[in-house]
């Protein structure tokens, strides 16, 4: 457990088999899941290990007792901390990393950062939509990021909220197989989409 800025870096084995995902959950101080993205819910649908049922569903990576203190951590009131979790000795999982983010009182946002390989995911699943699926408000958060402009002056130019702003932009990291926006904005210039 590391109580810096969260950073990512991932040694791929092959680029072609091995796919990284970012997933987004929210939970209370207790680890119980109060919302989550569709990349997380299918993380946690591979994955019902993550996951305690006690007339709620919740969030338990191992080994617990170091995530929940990260958990209590990011929900302090006066003085939330940010934590990088790797719960690397989970041999199903070869590359996990867990950000455990500040997000509202009593509330922490979970990031995942997940390698697995193309043959995890079940075929019964939508793939995951082509770059051609980008959406006109993508298109436009793409543009005004390509122009330099931070998500707070894209939520202004747009009109829409900054979680909105994150929405769209997660997207795009996802639609483009991104891991940051910029990448997601180099990526868009190199298959002339800008």
């Known amino acids: 457990m590391h109580n810096n800025a969260p950073s ?19 939970l209370d101080s207790e680890g119980r899941i109060i919302s989550h993205d569709a990349l997380a819910k299918r993380f946690l649908d591979m994955k019902p290990h993550y996951i305690r049922k ?31 979790f790797n719960p690397s000795e989970d041999t199903r ?4 990393q867990i950000n455990v983010l500040p997000f509202q009182p009593g509330l922490a946002r979970v990031v995942l950062f997940w390698a697995h390989s193309d043959t995890e995911i079940s075929e019964t699943e939508d793939p995951a939509p082509s770059v051609s699926v980008l959406s006109a408000r993508e298109r436009d958060v793409l543009e005004l990021a390509a ?23 997660r997207n795009l990291r996802r639609k483009l197989s991104a891991l940051t926006t910029s990448e997601a904005v180099a990526i868009a210039v190199k298959m002339k989409l800008l």
């Open 147 to 169: 122009e330099g402009l931070r998500r707070d002056r894209i939520a202004y130019k747009l009109n829409i909220s900054l979680p909105t702003v994150d929405m769209h932009a």
């Open 54 to 84: 006690n007339g709620a569903r919740f969030f338990t990576p191992d080994p617990s007792h170091t995530f929940l203190r990260a958990l209590l951590a990011a929900c302090d009131d006066v003085n939330p901390v940010s934590t990088v």
């Open 8 to 26: 990512f870096h991932i040694a791929r084995k092959s680029a072609k088999t091995e796919m990284v995902d970012l997933a987004f959950l929210d």
């Open 93 to 96: 999982d070869p590359f996990l």
